[in-house]
């Protein structure tokens, strides 16, 4: 299971813009996702931790977590996302 990263196009920023506004302050804890979620990082900074792998989310990026996923996020700067679930 793969999490999707990559710089947001124009087209994503703007469509993304359309859904809320999610704030997480620094912190760190277990995320299991019932359901897939697109996010646009719009301030702060998180790294995102599954199986082996190791990732850092910072603004401007373009996410999105499989459903059926289990991580752990690190917030290491208060998170601002535009947030879709599917």
Do not use: Q, W
């Amino acid at each position: 299971m793969e999490v999707l990263v990559r710089k947001a196009t124009e087209e994503e920023i703007v469509g993304m813009m359309t859904y809320p506004i999610i704030t997480r302050e620094v912190s760190e804890f277990e995320c299991n996702y019932d359901n897939e979620e697109t996010c646009l990082i719009v301030e702060g900074e998180v790294d995102i931790l599954y199986g082996s792998k190791s990732i850092t989310l910072i603004p401007g990026d373009f996410v999105v977590f499989p459903n059926g996923l289990s991580c752990v996020k690190r917030i290491k700067k208060t998170i601002k996302k535009h947030s879709k679930f599917i």
